[in-house]
């Protein structure tokens, strides 16, 4: 079994920056990719930043040039800085690998998910 455990996010106020990380232990075979998600209140969790094991990296319109996602292939770490936060940002964050396991399968993983809030 993979665990994703997050952290990183608090309260910072708008035009702060934050880094989130999210390490992933247990018996990983490989991954495929590292996302970032994140869920407003009253709104549909949405993909915030996506890198994968080619190196291929998207963000979403609304972070490109303020939100960079990087990782620690030794650590089986992702991180996102997050940097000109503003309001419309605060979310709850949750990371997500898509991996190969013990089962020999590719598997979906989640993080508990980590709250940014920004104030304005």
Do not use: H
Request: hydrophobic share 35%.
């Amino acid at each position: 079994q993979v665990q994703l455990v997050e952290s990183g996010g608090r309260l910072v106020q708008a035009g702060g920056s934050l880094r989130l990380s999210c390490a992933a232990s247990g018996i990983i075979f490989s991954i495929d990719r590292w996302n970032w998600y994140r869920q407003a209140p009253g709104k549909q969790r949405e993909l915030v930043a996506r890198i994968t094991s080619g190196g291929t990296i998207n963000y979403a319109d609304s972070v490109k040039g303020r939100f960079t996602i990087s990782t620690d292939n030794a650590k089986n770490t992702v991180y996102l800085q997050m940097n000109s936060l503003k309001p419309e940002d605060t979310a709850v964050y949750y990371c997500n690998f898509l991996v190969v396991d013990t089962s020999r399968l590719w598997t979906n993983y989640w993080g508990q998910g980590t709250q940014v809030t920004v104030s304005s």
